[in-house]
């Protein structure tokens, strides 16, 4: 199984950058479509936290409060992805973003990163003032 992450780069603050994570190889026995996906995220010296995540049963969204209104979470089944669309970007932002694919489909689940199961490379934003 294999989560390749793409689309980070070096923007200004207030431009929007799309991540893309494509899985390859059967998570869980089951399809993608099967697969709860989320977003994580680390800046330097910090831990690893919750960005987004959309849930395999319901394709219910959860975002941390300070990405929502600003961040979309999608899925497109067909081609094994899921994005995150990042709007109005601000330097907080700044960090390595991780993909990640969970068998769960809950809150309290999709926000913890002991949950998932499958971890992309990263790719990195970088947002400057």
């Known amino acids: 199984v294999q989560l390749q992450a793409s689309g980070g780069g070096l923007v200004q603050a207030g431009d929007s950058l799309r991540l893309s994570c494509t899985t390859s190889g059967q998570m869980f026995g089951q399809t993608f479509a099967l697969s709860s996906m989320g977003w994580f995220r680390q800046a330097p010296g910090k831990e690893r936290e919750f960005v987004a995540t959309?849930?395999?049963?319901?394709?219910?969204?959860w975002y941390a409060d300070s990405v929502k209104g600003r961040f979309t979470i999608s899925r497109d089944n067909a081609r094994n992805t899921v994005y995150l669309q990042m709007t109005s970007l601000k330097p907080e932002d700044t960090a390595l973003y991780y993909c990640a694919a969970s068998p769960y489909y809950t809150y309290s689940d999709l926000t913890s990163t002991g949950k998932y199961e499958y971890w992309g490379q990263g790719t990195q934003v970088t947002v400057s003032s």
């Open positions: 959309v849930s395999y049963r319901s394709r219910t969204t």
